[in-house]
């Protein structure tokens, strides 16, 4: 009897524990579909945080609408986003959506929502409020990387802008599924009509007008929204909060304002037949319902649009209009973002690789019997198999890392698998590194409340990691102590990282002194570790320590944080340009004799130098010399040396004539033995450069120039004569022949030229162009189109989710007319890229970006690098010359 009860107790125990397993795998999959982890994105001063700060009202999350010029706003919580009225980082907050009573318990979702929208069940929202501003672009990548979904907001006054165009191609890299707010209806010059069409002009999608505004009198002030997929039209009044919504449906709207409601049917009838081009479910109902696109039910239409949004790539972007200062149009927006963005188990697998070897995290733990044996001749990606992987507990990518100053270190994550736990040891595998989570967060901007877990799906934040950096992978190793590491190639394991933008802007950094600097340091790595897009750099020839930027405003913000909230003694100054001399004349074979005494000992050595122009200016990047050319001038005379230029930036050859004394022989009898032709050789060559770091006329390092020695071992060389003799003796030689060049033909000033390739829109072409060679003094070297659209319009097979670049006429898309103003695209329609590749001075690439951005209306961007050195025009060396003398 006892042996049986134990049997079925160990039964109904291990049948209790699949139970609550398979139940918690349930409830976890329940809490999944009911998440959306979203951004909202677009230009600057396109109404952002407005929009996000009604979300947060309307969900009960606050108790009063914070306003952006009182600096009142739950997300921009920063000093300086608060002085500046702009967003600087991005903030995540999290809110409920329909919001709960405050008893309420978690509803389960049905199993089909053909009847019950997904927005009439409280959802959970992880929200990130990105900035708009062109210079923190990378906050707004860091953040796409993580995102499900994105709510992109346009001004409808403006249209689409520039930082709108780059905000949505980096979200089209990451294939994010997105939705359109036209924004700010209400002010003057507001055109909804024009803004559509811009859309499919230059974002290169179908819009799919699901609202259109509702303006009072039809051309009266903005109130309401027409909803043509449900076919009602929606007006806000009485309470100001805009709490209040009155629906009409489209009968009751033809008693009243007949001319609205026909124009809600048209754009019914519109959006059926963009979508029945999309989905082939919607041509099914078309058909069902007797080709009447009226009679199609709303929760159908709201299905299509939820498939044609998370087709790869997205081809049509359903478009919804408001004015979120007014409180018009964030409810039924937060409504689109339930029923239409996706959750995290519908988004395509994350890509993993292991020594590059890629797959998906599914893939990979899926726990094969067998691991894989490692073949380094693999070159392609191939699925992993990897039986260890079955321990992997969690995995998560840190994207963003934040010095509080009263939490310390907060590095945010993303979990795509299982669960981060208080406490957990988590290894880093771009650092190989382990290190334990000691709290864990869930914030509300500058809020935080500390929670036991991260679920997968979630977004969190970690305290007290010491060496987690943005884009750096994170796991839970079953088993791993702080000082052990996965096995069986795990340690490697890689999520997709987070692409850093190079920078195009610099300025330079000096601690007040010697003292200072060791602060200074600390402070610039906590600010490179917040934000990867800063870079620092050391200038070998100044000194000078550079931080580059994305630009003006991105390194004032750096640098306002440096000063004021780290409080380091540095000062903050412009760049020092390096330039070079180069001689101008050529000088007469000089024999310099060398007779003094060096530490000591006595020293003589002869030597005979000259100095030319270099026969032609070289590129600052050249190939390699052959070492097949050089042998073969070698061995035809095999008693001179020629050495090409020693770096990047100085092409200043070097021939050394060594009559009677071949380099090819280890020794020659006349030479002691404490000289081999190698040794006087490399040291006649050190002299050389040391004399050539330091130019007569402005103290600059010379470049193209051409030195020629002769040393004549049989009348150069004494019994007194060492390397360091031939060394002195080379290096003073070479300056005696400069400033008699010097004399003779003053040198003239060489400045780095840089390599710029900048991208404009063709009607901003002319003006950027007469800019870089008339007032910069750049010389244009091509200009070439950037992208190659299809000339197709009804096919979509050139489509791709990194070009996104396919036509679509205007004429095509549906939007309803504005009242106030003409539906002129011409200029909306030229908007082709062009690239411009242009030589241009450094020092007038000095701030350049913004410049470029008033020209081309904030459209314009570029990149440079260092070309190589030119000479300067005399006026140009002139007027340089002056302004050191003013500075010195």
Known sequence: MRFEWVWRSRRALRYNVTARRLLATQVATQQLSKTRNIGI???????????????????????????????????????????????????????????????????????????????????????????????????????????????????????????????????????????????????????????????????????????????????????????????????????????????????????TDASFAEEIKKARVALVELLSEHDDTMVELFFEHDEDHLAIPGFHIVQALRRVVNQTPQTVIPVFAGASFRNIGVQPLLDAVVDLLPNPLERPDSVVSIENRSSTLSELLACPSAPVAKSKSQKSPSSLAVAEAKNIQACALAFKVVNDTKRGILVYVRVYHGSIDRGTILYNTNLQVAERAPRLLKMYANDAVEVDSIQTGQIGVITGLKHARTGDTLIVYKGLSVKSQPSSGLNSLQLRPIHVPPPVFFTSIEPHSLSEQKNVLDALAILLREDPSLHLSVDEESGQTHLAGMGDLHLEIARDRLLNDFKAKARIGKIEIGYRETVTTTTSPQVYNLDRTIAGKPAKASIIASVAPADEIQPLVTEPVKEKEDGEKDDEDPYTTYFPPTTDTDSNPLTIHHPSLSRFLESHPSLPPTLPPLTILTSLRTGVLAALSRGPLASYPLSQTHITLTFDASSHLYPETTAAALSMAARRAVLQCIREANEQSANALMEPVMAVRVFVNEGSLGSVVQDLVSVRGGQVLSLDSSESPSTSTSSSSSFTPDSQQFLINPAKIYAPPDPFTSSDLTHSTTNTTREIVARVPLKEMVGYLNHLRALTGGRGTFVMSVDGFEKMGKQRQKDVLEAMREFG
């Open 41 to 255: 994105i677009a230009h600057i001063d396109a109404g952002k945080t407005t929009t996000t700060e009604r979300m947060l009202y309307y969900s009960g999350y606050t108790r009063r609408i914070g306003d952006v010029d009182e600096g009142s706003t739950v997300t921009d919580f920063l000093p300086a986003e608060r002085a500046r009225g702009i967003t600087i980082q991005s903030a995540a907050i999290t809110f409920d959506w329909p919001p709960k009573a405050p008893n309420q318990k978690d509803q389960d979702l049905p199993t089909s929502f053909d009847v019950v929208p997904r927005s009439s069940i409280s959802h959970n929202v992880n929200l990130i409020d990105t900035p708009g501003h062109a210079d923190f672009t990378f906050e707004v990548l860091r953040s796409l990387r993580v995102l499900d979904g994105a709510v992109c907001i346009l001004d409808g006054v403006a249209g689409v802008e520039a930082q709108t165009e780059k905000v949505w191609t980096q979200a089209g890299t990451y294939q994010i599924p997105r939705i359109i707010f036209v924004n700010k209806l209400d002010r003057v010059g507001a055109a909804f009509s024009r803004t559509v069409k811009e859309i499919g002009v230059r974002l290169h999608v179908w819009p799919a007008v699901c609202q259109i505004p509702w303006f009072k009198g039809g051309d009266g002030d903005f109130f309401g929204v027409g909803d043509a997929v449900n076919l009602r039209g929606m007006l806000w009044q009485g309470a100001s909060d805009g709490r209040e919504i009155n629906a009409f449906s489209v009968r009751d709207l033809e008693k």
